[in-house]
């Protein structure tokens, strides 16, 4: 697991092995936000297919969609208005890594 600015993430490659993936690589902001956030890839493979899931506070997926990244494609806005004011938990997949970042909607 690791800790930026007390914000944990754990990133899991297919060894099983937790690796810090660079800060610069991947960003969710604004966080806090009001409902809208920017999920930015700086680094995507071609045709890179993500899954995006929205977990609560209880570890249950609550909203699960699938992204196609590559090169024009580098920036994700996903909406959590209908979404209750809380904290809820990003997680990012693909075949390579998982990475899981705590995010709050106010």
Do not use: R
Not at 67 to 83: A, H, Q, R
């Amino acid at each position: 697991i690791a800790t930026n600015n007390g914000v944990s993430k754990l990133i899991q490659g297919p060894s099983g092995i937790e690796n810090e993936i660079q800060q610069s690589s991947l960003n969710i902001h604004p966080n806090p936000s009001t409902g809208t956030f920017f999920i930015e890839f700086e680094n995507a493979d071609n045709s890179e297919n993500i899954e995006i899931q929205v977990l609560n506070t209880n570890a249950q997926i609550i909203h699960k969609e699938n992204v196609l990244l590559g090169d024009n494609k580098t920036t994700y806005k996903m909406s959590l208005d209908n979404f209750s004011n809380g904290i809820y938990f990003i997680g990012l997949k693909t075949n390579n890594w998982i990475y899981i970042q705590k995010i709050v909607k106010y």
